[in-house]
């Protein structure tokens, strides 16, 4: 799996956009980007995916760069209960095995 | 539709014990993989099951294992506990091969 750059950390005010960056530039052509975040003490939630074309669901929106080489994680209204870890990874959903591998991730904190 | 459950939450065992962990999926997934969470290791994939069959495997050792039943339920096992096996146990289950991955509470683990 390709290896992916995240900021440790980053502050985001309560009812603003959200807007978590993520470098993958040896990503392949068969890799999605996906993002996972995790609240302290719980299970890793996963958020949204995409291979190239920008993606939009209940939780956030993907925005991934015409050569694929970074993405943007967007959440469009911030919320105290936003405040976790969020990874991004990159992955072939259809290479042998099935594990995720989690990076360092960024740490959102959500002030009111 | 239900999330991904595990039970128990919380377990405390000393040393030289065995413990097991139950996981149920969410209804329809058939593929349970199993994950250790450390802050020094971060996330560590430990195996995967689907129909009943491992499909893929860790770098972790024969203390290790675990089973499918036919209802897609899981069960991991760690036999001779060691302190080093103090960690948040996640489960996450997902439909085919290739979906994205949802991942249960973990069980937490403390070893004495």
């Known amino acids: 799996d390709a290896k992916t750059t995240q900021p440790p950390s980053m502050d985001c005010a309560e009812g603003r956009a959200a807007n978590l960056p993520c470098n993958h530039s040896?990503?392949?052509?068969?890799?999605?980007v996906y993002w996972y975040r995790q609240i302290h003490s719980q299970g890793p939630q996963y958020i949204i995916h995409?291979?190239?074309n920008n993606e939009t669901n209940e939780m956030a929106s993907l925005i991934i760069t015409e050569d694929r080489k970074s993405s943007t994680l967007i959440l469009p209204h911030a919320t105290l209960r936003d405040t976790a870890v969020y990874y991004c990874?990159?992955?072939?959903?259809?290479?042998?095995?099935?594990?995720?591998?989690f990076g360092g991730g960024t740490r959102v904190l959500v002030k009111p | 539709k239900a999330g991904v459950t595990q039970t128990p939450r919380y377990l405390i065992k000393t040393r030289g014990q065995q413990v097991t962990l139950s996981c149920s999926p969410i209804s329809g997934h058939r593929s349970v993989s199993w994950y250790q969470q450390t802050p020094g290791q971060g996330l560590q994939f430990l195996f995967e099951?689907?129909?009943?069959?491992?499909?893929n495997k860790g770098n972790f050792p024969g203390r290790f294992s675990g089973r499918q039943f036919s209802n897609s339920r899981s069960e991991m096992n760690v036999s001779t506990l060691e302190l080093g096996d103090s960690a948040l146990y996640l489960c996450?289950?997902?439909?085919?091969?290739?979906?994205?991955?949802?991942f249960g509470p973990g069980t937490r683990l403390t070893v004495t």
């Open positions: 990874i990159v992955r072939d959903p259809k290479a042998a095995g099935n594990k995720l591998t």
């Open positions: 040896t990503i392949s052509g068969n890799e999605y």
């Open positions: 099951y689907f129909s009943e069959t491992q499909r």
């Open positions: 995409g291979l190239k």
């Open positions: 996450a289950s997902r439909q085919g091969m290739t979906a994205e991955q949802y």
